[in-house]
């Protein structure tokens, strides 16, 4: 008998591009990194919303191939949102094409769209052939500033918020900041939630820089919202290359801030309340909380809401007051889902300071109905 451990390292090169139209002729960076990858064969799948907001997206893209070594096997057009993370009907559908235009483990899948989208395709991208190059252009704000960014992918199922997923680092990331300008002003704005979480548990200057330019960020000035984009993506990219857990195999999660009372009220409120102000919500009240429990001073809880309110983000959900038939929260089970997905042992992070972050095994539930309490009545004296 016998028993031998092999260390497999791989080492993945994560490049991420910040530009503006990136489809035009004369942009260098997508042609460099096809060029970089030496595939053959690309295939286009673009997100409905943005096709219609820029309609010679679907032209542009292919005619950007022309004189390329790469060919373009077409743009497919899919319905995006939160709804294409349901169940698995657009994976199968990308799947479909992909096995259609004999995409091979060296071809490109190049996915355009929010977040949602980029997670579908992504999912997909990363499960065909056990993993086809994923170029994606995120074209959200939070897409922009998180998700598009990081290295996982995947769709929601069991009732529970991305159950069914893979860890896949893409082969690029393209944010197109032109994209941003086409989004719902306040779905634009709620995407900052996630710059302003990954300054509070990594970047207290970052923190203050957002405090000093509220107003501009607030009225969504493109020079404003970029850097803030940019440093947002640049500090989350950085936690996951540097941070010794790209894959998520340990127990701490600090660009989860926030998250386990997001997830839980997405998946309670049927996926109606979207990602971005439930973190927003979940981010109150684990900042309210870190206040009560005694780990962050109330000044600075304090300015942390002064931050979210200034950005109008939303800071409660009636859902949060939600019980179940014992007349327990229903929003604690997110605690418990938590607890579970982590292996036994809860970790969640709550704040020390601004840019300090602690990890704690507990949550006191009486403490969190309090917090409940006071989200409750501020957002009804703010309204
Ligand atoms: N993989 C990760 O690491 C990661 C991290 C954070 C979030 N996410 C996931 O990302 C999703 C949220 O992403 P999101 O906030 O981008 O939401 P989203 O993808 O649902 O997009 C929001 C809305 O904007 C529309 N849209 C997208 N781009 C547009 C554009 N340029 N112009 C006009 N409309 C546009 C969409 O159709 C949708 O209606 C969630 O499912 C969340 O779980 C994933
Ligand atoms: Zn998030």
Redesign the pocket.
Known sequence: MSRHNFAIPVVFTHRIVFTRNAFAPENPHLADILHEGGGRRACVFI?Q??AT?WPGLIDAVPAYFAGLAVDCCGSTVLP???AC?ADDALVRQVWETLDQARIDRHSYVLAI?????L?AVGFAAATAHRGVRLLRFP??T??QD??GV?V???INGYGK??WIGSFAVPFAVINDFE??R???PA?CRA?LI?AVKVALVKDPEFFTWIETHLPALAALDPAHLEICVERSALLHVGHIASGGDAFECGSSRPLDFGHWAAHKLESLTAYQL???PAVSVGLALDTLYSVQAGSLAAAAGARILRVLDALQLTTYHPALDWRDESGRRRIFAGLDEFREHLGGQLTVLLLQDLGVGVNVHHLDELLLDQCIDELRRRSGSRS
């Open positions: 997100e919303a943005v907001a995006g949102g939160e993370k769209g929010g977040g949602a989208f997670d074209t959200t939070l897409s998180d998700g990081g996982k992918c995947a918020k991305n994209f941003l086409s989004q719902d779905d995407g996630e979207p990602h971005a």
